[in-house]
């Protein structure tokens, strides 16, 4: 029976302390650890939807790759297909032509197997002459032209003569040719220069 005061005010203030800090720190570490957990559950659902749209990203630019390289290759290949279709008209021209000369000809058929010749050499040239205008090549003709080095292959100098300028092209030893406005072959030219004075 013998009661102490201040034996329950202490534990009571105990008790009163325990009871109202216990639980937020029960309440409080369970609580962070949920919404933490919740977290990385979240992050890694998000991290394994971005591995995924990688992967699919990845296998997708490597299918346009392959497709393009398939393209250019197929480009490569095929891409003078339409020009080889008309060079196979000129060479039924040519083969039409050299039939015309044979073992068997008479010497007195030559003038008309040379007339059918020149006929057909003429068709050949003037198809060919067309095959390249449709393809977009054509044949440059420098002469009177200044002399250009990205359009023309010097060979030699030559003097000046009546009517031809000095640094043109006077004459033209092969003929040079664009595709689509751009040189594929130089012209191989002479040019003209001052002639030199002797004293």
Not at 61 to 90: H, M, P, Y
Request: proline share 5%; hydrophobic share 35%; charged share 30%.
């Amino acid at each position: 029976g013998w009661l102490h005061p201040f034996s329950t005010a202490t534990q009571r203030t105990a008790g009163e302390d325990c009871n109202s800090e216990d639980p937020p720190d029960e309440l409080g570490p369970s609580l962070a650890e949920r919404a933490l957990k919740l977290k990385a559950v979240k992050l890694e659902k998000e991290v394994q939807d971005l591995t995924v749209r990688y992967q699919r990203a990845v296998a997708d630019s490597e299918n346009i790759r392959r497709r393009t390289q398939r393209c250019v290759e197929d480009a490569k290949i095929f891409g003078i297909q339409s020009f080889c279709k008309d060079l196979v008209e000129v060479a039924d021209i040519l083969e039409k032509t050299t039939e015309c000369i044979s073992e068997e000809t008479e010497p007195a058929d030559q003038k008309l197997t040379l007339e059918k010749i020149f006929r057909g050499l003429s068709l050949l040239e003037a198809k060919l002459k067309s095959v390249f205008a449709k393809h977009g090549l054509e044949k440059m003709t420098p002469i009177g032209d200044k002399y250009d080095p990205h359009e023309h292959e010097l060979i030699c100098h030559v003097p000046a003569g009546v009517g031809v300028q000095p640094g043109t092209v006077a004459f033209v030893r092969q003929d040079g040719y664009k595709l689509h406005g751009r040189t594929i072959r130089l012209a191989r030219v002479e040019v003209a220069v001052e002639s030199q004075r002797r004293l």
